[in-house]
């Protein structure tokens, strides 16, 4: 079982503001990383941190955190964002990393 | 220009050891905060991570297959290698190595990712 939870299916309007939120008692301590998979391909990493985009992707994304719960903004959701998206962060020990069991956005 | 690339058997059977082969170029393990992680994902379902090693040569282990997993690197030959012993049909997944940079200021992230290597697991 995953020490980060994530509802599994999300949808959105197209144009409209959605959030996607990874809760875990480790994001108390640790920042998270989040990442985009679209079916038949590899992840590939969104945003991470505090609001640490790489290289390419929009700044419709952005993150947050509150106590034990991280969040993942996507402000004016395209058709092209939907995708499975994955929090990921170090365990309660420190010592390895976790994926949140991901959740499914759908653009309407 | 970074790029990771799995390399193993597409089919083990039941009870065999698995060794999966990341080469990657574009960066050095010789580097600070630089590390490589393998992760795999069952169909349909969620991504794990297994295993990681790092540039000072620490390894870590995902607790529930630790017994089972050994990860090791060659940074003359920019590969990094995962073991998996005692294959069941319940490890049939993709399995990713990933490059995996440490920041004080953010934690672990996985920057860059192989395409996968669908391994199948059956008699």
Known sequence: SSELTQDPAVSVALGQTVRITCQGDSLRSYYASWYQQKPGQAPVLVIYAKNNRPSGIPDRFSVSTSGNTASLTITGAQAEDEADYYCNSRDSSGNQLVFGGGTKLTVL | ?123
């Open chain 2, 1 to 123: 220009q970074v790029t990771l690339r799995e390399s193993g058997p597409a089919l083990v059977k039941p009870t065999q050891t698995l060794t999966l082969t990341c080469t990657f170029s574009g960066f050095s393990l010789n580097t600070n905060d630089m590390c490589v992680s393998w992760i795999r994902q069952p169909p349909g379902k969620a991504l794990e991570w297994l295993a990681r090693v790092d540039w000072d040569d620490d390894k870590y282990y995902s607790t529930s297959l630790k017994t089972r997993l050994t990860i090791s690197k060659d940074t003359s030959k920019n590969q990094v290698v995962l073991t998996m012993t005692n294959m069941d049909p319940v490890d049939t997944a993709t399995y990713y190595c990933a490059r995996t940079r440490r920041g004080y200021s953010y934690g672990y992230v996985f920057d860059f990712w192989g395409q996968g290597t669908l391994v199948t697991v059956s008699s």
